[in-house]
């Protein structure tokens, strides 16, 4: 009976991991840009081919973009504290609370522009910390270009 079950959980784990209908990509979310019909703050997906990429909400292809027209890829971080959290649980413990104002949340973002003839447009996209570089690595392969850290440019005004 064990064997059974062993030998149809070695069959049944490979089915449901590649049984899920959505679509290739990356979960992101839309930070604001040239794309018209996208809020800020809207959940998307960014789908990379051989020699394009486009960006998808609800299985519906926002834009499509050639490889060839990216002009620059950019990524940066966000770091802050967690305020907010902090008061919110040093109302129940002041002793938590006073630890969670010590510590920082990151947010990702990787930014594109592009030029594809007399289209132009640009857009930032927050990324899963996890997905972020494997994110880069997929833009800097089908474009050739090298992303820009934008933390690390210094910017006087």
Known sequence: MRRFVAVLLCFLFPVTVFANDSQNGYKV????GSLTGLKSGTGVRLVVGEKDFQIVQDK???VTIPAGSVTEISYGQDVHRRVGAAIGI????????????????????????????DAKGGFAMQCDKNE???????LEGITGKKAIDSDAMNVKN
């Open 90 to 117: 040093a109302v129940f413990t002041l002793g938590l609370g006073a630890l969670m104002a010590l510590t920082k949340s990151k947010k990702h973002f990787v930014g594109l522009t592009w030029a594809n003839g």
């Open 29 to 32: 979310i839309y930070d604001g």
């Open 132 to 138: 972020y570089r494997g994110i880069l690595a997929a």
């Open 60 to 62: 519906t292809v926002i």
